[in-house]
């Protein structure tokens, strides 16, 4: 989640919620259902802002995970369409951990 964004906590939850729900569904049922049959491992992460999201997001992508950008319609707290989240996965800890091992925990 974009830190520079300095959203309210309830609209931030929100992005992050729209996140995870629209990473699930763009991945395939052998990895959803292997994940939550771990429990369905959630962590958010902060990055500095949109490019730094982006910079994940790539490498997220070079590395075959699932990502989904999360674009707010601008119609409450942003004034325009503004990119607010990255989700990623369902996958393998490792692999995902190789991406963003290094941000820290919201």
């Not at 395939?28 to 049959?37: F, I, P, T, Y």
């Amino acid at each position: 989640m974009r830190k520079d964004l300095r959203m309210p906590i309830g609209k931030a939850c929100a992005q992050v919620a729209h996140a995870s729900v629209e990473a699930v569904l763009c991945s395939a049922k052998g990895k959803v259902d292997e994940w939550l049959s771990e429990g369905g491992k959630k962590v958010v992460l902060d990055v500095s802002g949109e490019d730094e999201l982006q910079h994940y997001r790539k490498l997220a992508m070079k590395s075959k995970l699932v990502t989904a950008i999360i674009k707010d319609a601008g119609r409450t707290f942003f004034n325009k369409p503004t990119i607010t989240c990255l989700g990623i996965g369902p996958d393998a800890d490792m692999k995902i951990d190789a991406v963003t091992g290094k941000l820290k925990i919201l």
